[in-house]
């Protein structure tokens, strides 16, 4: 069962997190203003849908965190690999920043992000997150 004060607790943690408002929270969301005031309130409890949209719309947020206060705020990595967000590029061993999916690459970059000799492409790569959403990525 969902502690409301505690889940309002965490809501609020989140708007602090990202620096915005209710209202800018409710359009982002794309939810009416009242139904977050009854939200921060505590005189309604969350919807599934309500739930599922944050966790797509705010990556950081983990579902046991939102719902249970169990996990961290933002979210953190327990071992020490590098998820790329949309939000970041992945860094070449060199420290340049390259870009997977443009075409326009000089020939060093490509030699620093080859996989494999064996004339191997990736066809596609996929994302699976803990709420059971995923994100495909393809050439």
Sequence with gaps: ???SSDFVKRLEKILEYYGITAT????????????IS?????R?????????????KFPEVEMNWLLYGK???????????TIVTPKQKPI??????IDLFS?????????????????KN???????????SFNVYQN
């Design 1 to 3: 069962m969902i502690n």
């Design 24 to 35: 800018a929270f409710a359009e982002k969301m794309d939810f009416n203003r009242s139904t």
């Design 38 to 42: 009854h939200l921060l309130s505590g």
């Design 44 to 56: 309604n409890k969350p919807s599934l849908e309500f739930v599922m949209k944050l966790l797509q």
């Design 71 to 81: 996990g961290n705020f933002p979210s953190t990595l327990e071992n020490n690999s």
């Design 92 to 97: 070449a061993p060199e420290g340049k920043n």
């Design 103 to 119: 075409k326009e690459k000089n020939e060093e970059e490509n030699k620093t992000i080859q996989i494999n000799q064996n004339s």
């Design 122 to 132: 990736i066809e596609r790569i996929v994302i699976f997150y803990s709420d059971g």
